[in-house]
T-cell receptor
Framework: DVKVTQSSRYLVKRTGEKVFLECVQD?????MFWYRQDPGLGLRLIYF???????EKGDIPEGYSVSREKKERFSLILESASTNQTSMYLC???????????????FGPGTRLTVL | AQSVTQPDIHITVSEGASLELRCNYS??????LFWYVQSPGQGLQLLLK??????LVQGIKGFEAEFKRSQSSFNLRKPSVHWSDAAEYFC???????????FGSGTKLNVKP
């Protein structure tokens, strides 16, 4: 079974703090993704990575950065946390999509971040 | 541009009743379609997926979905709902480029005893 783990289930931080969310997958997947989930908005893609040290912006990258130094680990960084970044953060991984095909994304349990 | 619409935000059904959750997508190429379920406080679990072939796909927990290209729909169905099915359900379309997904806003299912 694919396993995607996230470093914290719940996190409380103060405005202006630097926040690190860690995600690790054990299936040697090339692709990794960070989403935020808000009620009524579904999942929105923040950043994704298709290889070590490679990253691409998703739909809502402002206020976030990412790091992928090892294939199994993908970190989301909030440089200066703000209250509007209070949300559920979900990490996912997938094998690479072939030409003309796509593949399943596997999700971690999520980190509920509260910024006070 | 690709997008996914789930028109029902909340649905309540009685235990034992049938269920249909609606999903419409917009995508220019052949869609790869997914349904995920999220129990409270949990991540997303894959229920089923459509890549090609038979337009009626079977998934886990007794769910099935039917792909209708003419209607751009991929509705999720279950003949008899159990109380443990209460959760939030997300439809998604996958695109070839880097395997990005686009998710609907979700449908929250309540099950009445």
């Amino acid at each position: 079974d694919v396993k995607v783990t996230q470093s914290s289930r719940y996190l409380v931080k103060r405005t202006g703090e630097k926040v690190f969310l860690e995600c690790v997958q054990d299936m040697d997947h090339e692709n990794m993704f960070w989403y935020r989930q808000d009620p009524g908005l579904g999942l929105r893609l923040i950043y994704f990575s298709y290889d070590v040290k490679m990253k691409e912006k998703g739909d809502i990258p402002e206020g976030y950065s990412v790091s992928r130094e090892k294939k199994e680990r993908f970190s989301l960084i909030l440089e200066s946390a703000s209250t509007n970044q209070t949300s559920m953060y979900l990490c996912a991984s997938s094998p690479p999509a072939g030409v003309g095909v796509t593949d399943t994304q596997y999700f971690g349990p999520g980190t509920r971040l509260t910024v006070l | 541009a690709q997008s996914v619409t789930q028109p029902d935000i909340h649905i309540t059904v009685s235990e034992g009743a049938s269920l249909e959750l609606r999903c419409n997508y917009s995508y220019g190429a052949t869609p790869y379609l997914f349904w995920y379920v999220q129990s409270p406080g949990q991540g997303l679990q894959l229920l089923l997926k459509y890549f090609s072939g038979d337009t009626l796909v079977q998934g886990i927990k007794g769910f099935e979905a039917e792909f209708k290209r003419s209607q751009s729909s991929f509705n999720l169905r279950k003949p008899s709902v159990h109380w443990s099915d209460a959760a939030e359900y997300f439809c998604a379309v996958g695109v070839y480029n880097f395997n990005k997904f686009y998710f609907g806003s979700g449908t929250k299912l309540n099950v009445k005893p």
